[in-house]
């Protein structure tokens, strides 16, 4: 069974940073695409960011491209989002998730695994 654990989420005022950390249980994380999506209040949950296997190629939201940044480390199971210029509609329950497979594409359909998130406020 796999687990995912999301942390460092937190309160920041815009302008700030903040960096999500998601640690997986299980082997065979580095044969599996991750992603981060994120929930804000009385909306539906939406892609954000999401990395190949390799950690060799990687997709943004139009909302976050140039602010965040997706990478991860295989040896430590691993993945992280790097969250730089934040703004108020930032604000939401931050998920990692893990990919079927190869796919790392927007659609929630494409993840099987989630975690159950990190709470993200940015004030203005």
């Keep these: 069974q796999v687990q995912l654990v999301e942390s460092g989420?937190?309160?920041v005022q815009a302008g700030g940073s903040l960096r999500l950390s998601c640690a997986a249980s299980?082997?065979?994380f580095s044969l599996f695409a991750m992603a981060w999506f994120r929930q804000a209040p009385g909306k539906e949950r939406e892609f954000v960011a999401s990395v190949r296997a390799s950690g060799g190629s990687t997709n943004y939201a139009d909302s976050v491209k140039g602010?965040?940044?997706i990478s991860r480390d295989n040896?430590?199971?691993t993945v992280y989002l790097q969250m730089?210029?934040?703004k108020p509609e930032d604000t939401a329950i931050y998920y990692c998730a893990?990919?079927?497979g190869?796919?790392?594409?927007p659609s929630r359909s494409e993840y099987d695994y989630w975690g159950q998130g990190?709470?993200?406020t940015v004030s203005s």
């Design 98 to 100: 893990r990919s079927r």
């Design 75 to 77: 040896a430590k199971n």
């Design 102 to 105: 190869a796919l790392m594409g």
């Design 84 to 86: 730089n210029s934040l």
């Design 67 to 69: 602010r965040f940044t």
């Design 118 to 120: 990190t709470r993200v």
């Design 9 to 11: 989420g937190g309160l």
């Design 26 to 28: 299980g082997r065979a």
